[in-house]
Structure formats: structure tokens, C-alpha cells
């Protein structure tokens, strides 16, 4: 790996760690407050674990989105592969505004399930290109999947918490 490629490689796991910075701003402050004061499934892990586990998946992303990049540019398929990425990281980071930011774990359930549609869409669209991005993301569908189910439970179970309250 050149230098030029290992600058880009840092880059691009650095742009995802941010988007889980930037989403982290809104979590933080809200778990042992209003977030512990809600009901939650059996299924539901301790707090302590979405925080290694959310920056190990960040970590698989910059790898994906380091592999998007290197499989050129100029290449239309690559471009939506890209374009398709970079709108899952926003609604990754909508979702944590959504849910934590705004306390309305309606909005957020509508956030996540729009996450997960656009990541499998971004999965499917990385096959075309990159098998290796695509499989990257794989764990991150799966998580997602899971946050999807806890958000619904969360959800069922609050339904004070449906709406928006700052």
C-alpha cells in the first residue's frame, strides 16, 4: 500500500468514525436519562455494548467506502454504489437525531427502516463492483436489523414516546 492509499484508507474510516461521532451526539447524553427511563424488550443488550459495537461496524464501513473509492470513480456503477453509501450514512445519523435527539421513537422506527432499505440497496448496488465492500456492510445490515427490531419493541412498549418531545 502506497502512502497515498493508506492517507485515503484513514480517510475513509475516519469519515464513517465521524458520522458515528456526529450520531453519537445526540445518544450520549440521552442514555442514562431518558432512554434508561424507558421500557425495553428481553432482547435488549446492556448500554455498554452499542458503543463497540457501533465503532466496530463504523470501522467495517470506512474499509467498504476505502474499497468504493479504489474501484474508480469514474465508473457510473461506482458512483451509485458511492452515492448510495453516503445516503445511508446520513440516515444513519438522522436516525440517531430522530430517536435520541428528538425522543420520538416513532420518527426513529421510520428512520431505521428507511436505513435499512437504502444499506441493502448500497449492498446490492456494491455486488456489482465489489464483492469485498459489500460484504463489509454485511454485519452492519445485521445490526441494523436487530436495532430495527429493538426501536419497534421500544416503540410498542412506550407509546408516550411516540411523538416528539425536546
Known amino acids: 500500500m502506497t502512502g497515498k492509499k493508506i492517507l485515503y484508507f484513514v480517510i475513509a474510516i475516519g469519515i464513517c468514525l465521524l458520522a458515528g461521532y456526529i450520531g453519537s451526539y445526540y445518544t450520549t447524553p440521552e442514555i442514562p436519562t431518558w432512554y434508561a427511563g ?6 435488549n443488550p446492556p448500554s455498554w455494548v452499542f458503543a463497540p459495537v457501533w465503532t466496530a ?18 465508473n457510473p456503477e461506482v458512483q451509485l454504489g458511492l452515492i448510495l453509501f453516503i445516503f445511508q450514512l446520513i440516515v444513519n445519523i438522522g436516525w440517531s437525531f430522530f430517536f435520541f435527539g428528538l425522543h420520538s421513537t416513532f420518527f426513529g422506527f421510520m428512520a431505521i427502516v428507511l436505513l435499512w432499505a437504502v444499506l441493502l440497496c448500497t449492498i446490492i448496488q456494491l455486488f456489482r463492483f465489489s464483492i469485498p465492500a459489500a460484504m463489509l ?9 436487530f436495532a430495527g427490531y429493538l426501536n419497534y419493541a421500544i416503540l410498542i412498549l412506550n407509546p408516550g414516546s411516540f411523538g416528539i418531545s425536546l
Open 57 to 74: 461496524l463504523y470501522i467495517l464501513m470506512g474499509i467498504s467506502l476505502y474499497l468504493i473509492v479504489q474501484s474508480g470513480l469514474k
Open 137 to 145: 456492510l454485511i454485519p452492519y445490515l445485521g445490526w441494523v436489523s
Open 38 to 43: 424507558l421500557q425495553k424488550p428481553d432482547l
